[in-house]
């Protein structure tokens, strides 16, 4: 029987309590530690429990120090003073390991222990496992992710509904799956810390978050859900990593995905990650990316791999770490969903054709609707460079016939199914 | 520098040689043997090479037979015998494994060596290795793939191209996409020799290929794939593992399933496989299921895990191995496809009904087409035992008013997209 503590009992802590107690694995819950233990004793039963995490890092019986309240501060303290102890951690809080994984993983060298953090990515999904294994001989050009949840919840339900940001973002509240203040998910920050996971253990150098250009979805507006159904696409919160030329690009933006694209089925909290491979072509994993039972499954996942003394995730802290230098977004070409609101006069398009093309753009298709004397016109590009298609809709959103909102969004390139 | 050993310089085999070629991987090819190796002298170049397997099993200093000739006959022997000499074997070979794989892994414990054969099951996706790794500590209750990329190319270009079975296999056939003898792939037979090593895998116990219930392809008509095409699904060839109550059943079947299950958008040669698991829902993983470069990556990776002394396949060959009991699949339940050709004549359908009704089957939708006097009557059933339609079918086809083929089909389960 192998030792843990516990430290969080809130959704994956809870999972991962129901799973052992099944009483089908050699793992023995030693101590609990949670702020309101006291308040939790269906789940906790006679397993040692207390609000302050010392009943796990101060026994020295306890092999395994289980970190799940997530956020930085706390969690930051009980990883380190747990790996400072010996102790091997296995955690899920994607934000700690994306800001400090690179010292983290210095600590766990020194000390001569380990981290595990399956969890922390797609909840289910073993994409950590697998880059750090089948994928670590290959070469890697694209990663593309569906990994926030909750995003994918609103953005499903927004298509399926036709209901706006705010109304679908206000039940999931309701019904707890998006929470109260929801800025992490939507606004894209948990994705991008994802994406740097990921870009760190693909490229072998460390990707610093902050770093990776984020747009969320929470200024997306419904109309151009609606508007990109109608031509044939979705629009999904996609965290790239992209490898062109010796540059290394990554981004988590709505993007627009076509019917043949492996991601465009992949809905509501499912999340869904396509490696793009040198040699082994397109390849799609898909599960369930959040929720108690999945996420709990991984962290289990994560245990058992260290009691029977597994080292997958030993290359991580046993190689010196560089900075990845990540290339700027606007180098990279796509084609554009672009929605221009428009006055109703002669040579409207014909200027607007004249801008694009004067950046280099060209139209693949174009789509009105007139309402009043407004015009909202929907352009579909053909492949244009990122910095020329900011250039073209900075110049046309100021000319004197284009008004109201506007917006371009990215098309995500083909892939195995086309 | 590990040194390997190819037998057998086959489409597999170039995609393992080119990417070896590149020299980013410390593993040096000491000899290759093939049939035909004075014809291949661009791939070979100035390894030593010879028509007779002895030259990779009798030196010494190759520590890794690679078996990619397929078949059996001389598989067995280049294999046995290099587990005998104490070598570690990688193969793709489903049918050598799947039917002697019982006995290999036993002369692979008794010799203290191991065989490693993630190629052998769906090219590039790695699903052996996650069903050795992240997928024991899951309760797996389904596994439902396309695990045949002729069947699938096939497949998908009938529902494309709505041309037939005899005419898309031929141009298949005329592009090297299929074999002279398509008879293995077509069949079911290749299908069922991977879902046997998956079912061994997930349950502990060995399934004998030949105990599953296995139909192909080659008897679908192109009016069904149409047929269930304008009712929103499309026919895969799924190759299913389920566990229901202590009892497992396995089958290869034409199966139709809908666009919201993970493996509608499976297109071409591509191969899919669901995981269904008590805590992490429905998993998918996709890719390339066959082809030089993706099948010489799987091989490549075996190559590289035991380059690292890995030993993530030795659960299986250190176990005492007894025989899974399969259930038979008729007592299973599902809805169903069922195509009667019937006469014109009054009351037709409510004597189907009746027969169905008798049966305990009840109709979800029909729908029917009138030529020349002719009745082509297409049913989707309620959920009922596949013992129950397979006595209505017997009945049915035996009635005076229907004549002419008649053809019933079972439609996958609902998951994680619904």
Redesign the interface.
């Known amino acids: 029987m192998i030792k843990i503590g516990i430290y969080g009992l809130g959704t994956v802590g809870r ?1 991962l309590v129901q ?1 052992l107690q099944e009483g ?2 050699p793992v023995e819950i030693a101590a609990i530690a949670d702020r309101s233990y006291q308040k939790k004793k269906e789940w906790i039963g006679n397993i040692p429990a207390s609000d302050n995490p010392a009943i796990i890092l101060d026994n020295p019986e306890i092999d395994i120090a289980v970190e799940l309240i997530g956020g930085v501060d706390s969690a930051l303290f009980f990883v380190r003073e747990a790996l400072m102890k010996g102790k091997r951690v296995v955690t899920a809080n994607k934000a700690l390991l994306a800001e400090h994984g690179f010292a983290l993983f210095s600590v766990a060298k020194t000390h001569g222990t380990q981290i595990a953090f ?1 969890a922390a990515v797609a ?4 994409i950590i ?2 880059l750090l ?2 994928w ?4 890697i050009f694209g990663v593309y992710g569906i990994l926030n949840g909750t995003s994918n919840y609103i953005l499903t339900r927004m298509r399926r509904e036709k209901k706006s940001y705010q109304e679908i973002l206000a039940e999931a509240q309701k019904l707890g799956l998006a929470e109260a203040d929801p800025a992490f998910d939507v606004r894209g920050t948990d994705a991008m810390h994802k994406i740097a996971l990921i870009s760190s253990i693909v490229t072998g150098k460390w990707s610093e978050p902050a770093l990776i250009e984020t747009r969320g979805i929470d200024n997306l507006k419904l109309t151009d859900v609606i508007w990109a159904e109608k031509m044939g696409y979705r629009i999904r919160l996609i965290a790239r990593l992209q490898k062109d030329k010796n540059q290394v690009f990554q981004s988590v933006e709505p993007t627009l995905i076509d019917a ?1 694209h ?1 991601l ?2 992949i ?1 509501f909290e ?1 999340n ?1 990650i396509l490696i793009e ?12 990316g959040a ?1 108690s ?2 996420t ?3 962290v ?2 994560d245990i ?2 260290f009691e029977k003394n597994h080292t997958l995730y030993k290359s991580l802290y046993e190689k010196e770490w560089e900075y990845l230098h990540t290339a700027p977004v606007s180098e990279l070409s796509s084609e554009f969903y672009l929605r221009l609101h428009v006055e109703d006069k002669p040579m409207v398009l014909a200027k607007i054709a004249g801008e694009l093309g004067e950046n280099g753009i060209s139209i693949a298709s174009a789509h009105q609707e007139i309402t009043e004397g407004d015009v909202i016109l929907v352009i579909i590009t053909h492949t244009a460079k990122n910095s020329a298609m900011r250039k073209a809709f900075t110049g046309l959103t100021g000319k004197e016939f284009v008004s109201g909102e506007s917006v371009f969004l990215p098309i995500a390139p083909h892939t ?2 086309s």
């Open positions: 999972g799973i089908n694995f399956e909840g289910a999904v073993p496992r697998n294994s089948t670590t001989s290959e070469n043949s492996p465009f089925d809905d499912n869904g491979g040198l040699y082994s072509g397109s390849n799609l994993l898909a599960g369930k929720g039972l999945p709990g499954f991984s289990l996942g058992l791999l195995f199914h």
